[in-house]
């Protein structure tokens, strides 16, 4: 199988896919939300069900050419279209679930919900980035640059296993997954991550995340280029091609996400894991191009 | 007087400069450091003193035109090296110090030592980057990429005063300092590190800086790009044209550093601060090019 360099890549794989997946698309009342989802139908990569907003799609006459590919469930208001959203998913009618104009936090509580929500028992939700890199040519995955503050050890562990997940979905058929820190030290008192990241690599031996490489306490540096691991005479079977960065809390990650993106050209693309199914949780910042390969991510997994 | 813009401008603004700053520098055993130090020569930006190595230095002809513009002092071995560097400075001789082929550790023992050492009883020593990223066009100074893992709101202050002097010294007449987080919001319980930064806006209220803006906690972009900022429905008086970012700990500065350095073709100059005078300590993958411009801000402060 071809491994998946770019999101053009992805692309066409999921074009290349019979069934094609569906996204819960919560409240898109907005322009930049509607542009991105119609972008999906173009591509042809994923089917659609609206919930709530009937009026602006169905003003939206862009949509009108995609009417066998989409439906439309009535909402009240924010909180019942996320409700409903979430009901699609639990009940299996969706894949994949999208935000469009509302608060996070209004569709988190409906994923949340202990009853009604679609958060399985002990799992953890977390923030995986997939970046296209100039620099890099190849897709770049990490996390989390956005919602664990300081991941425990348990948590870390979860993170290993979405990224994983994702990697594999991409092709990548033995990811490299790099523990990020400053340094190359092991240093538990100043740096409990560096703990942490000894028990992720035992567990990696163990074959507890399936087929991947897993090495770290290494920077950012040895972890992508074999130049700069090399000279400072670090040995890690990463060998600067890491796949996927685990960063060692959001502060970091939220750097290296908004450097690439502000500073590198990259491209991104988000999305929440550890629900039922993949979220795509855009941010208002966020381009029509980085939400719709949110959406080609998700729908790939 | 003209702002600088670039590590060019820094060392046109020396070269203007008739007074040349003496800088000392430990072990030049090595060809990287005796090249970057030769720069400085060529440059007419420095004067030096070479504490051992004598042999190297004098069997090294690309000197043999500079010599009036350095002398040899002799060492034994790199301690005492070290220790001959730092007595230089502490008597008024040298007002750089420059690192070459020794250990940190070796280095910073001499610097820290309490009775013939150059830390100021209650100093700080902490890590200040000036960078060059061409996306940007114009310096960024950054701390602490590389020496205190995680502040304390005290030697948080520390760093904004030595930031501002560097920034003062580089003819920004007025910086604008950010103070990093993921998000804008103050939240004590998750990120103590806002609260810290509450003080320091209070602080930079008195003027305990000197003149300068500061303002957080900012993300990244909002620091660094107007667009960003107005778009996120922020204001602040940085206004997305930051001279300064505060990380709140070594991670995320060092993620910075090394994703500019990687992806964007940054140059970078790396200074310790803190100490009498300022302390080059390259690391062992910086280019002669990185060394020669840590020599030239250093001698600008």
Not at 88 to 108: H, Y
Not at 140 to 152: K, Q, W
Request: hydrophobic share 40%; with cysteine; aromatic share 6%.
């Amino acid at each position: 199988m071809k491994t998946i360099k770019s999101f053009q890549d992805i692309i066409s794989h999921l074009q290349s896919v019979e069934e094609k997946k569906t996204v819960a698309v919560v409240w898109a009342e907005d322009d930049v939300t509607r542009s991105a989802v119609l972008k999906g139908l173009e591509a042809g990569i994923i089917t659609v069900t609206f919930v709530g907003c009937r009026k602006e799609i169905e003003a939206d006459e862009r949509f009108a050419q995609y009417k066998s590919q989409f439906t439309i469930i009535d909402a009240t208001d924010r909180d019942d279209a996320a409700a409903k959203a979430v009901t699609e998913v639990r009940e299996d009618r969706a894949n994949v679930l999208m935000k469009g104009l509302l608060n996070t936090d209004n569709l988190l509580r409906a994923v949340l919900n202990k009853e009604t929500g679609i958060l399985p028992k002990g799992n953890v939700l977390t923030h995986v980035t997939v970046a296209e890199i100039p620099e890099l040519q190849r897709l770049l995955l990490f996390t989390d640059a956005a919602v664990l503050p300081c991941p425990t050890v348990e948590q870390r562990i979860e993170q290993v296993k979405y990224v994983t997940k994702i990697a594999h979905a991409l092709h990548m058929e033995e990811p490299k997954i790099s523990l990020i820190h400053c340094s190359e030290k092991v240093d538990e008192r100043h740096f409990p991550c560096t703990a942490d990241y000894m028990q992720i690599k035992e567990k990696a031996a163990q074959g507890e995340f399936g087929k991947c490489v897993v090495d770290g306490p290494l920077d950012l540096k040895c972890s992508l280029c074999y130049e700069s691991m090399h000279h400072k005479g670090i040995e890690s079977p990463i060998n600067g091609e890491a796949d996927a960065l685990l960063f060692p809390e959001i502060e970091s990650g939220n750097v290296f996400y908004k450097t690439i993106t502000l500073l590198c050209k990259a491209q991104t693309a988000g999305l929440l894991q550890g629900a039922k199914v993949p979220v795509v949780l855009p941010s208002r910042g966020d381009t029509i191009e980085s939400k719709f390969y949110s959406l080609a991510v998700a729908s790939t997994i």
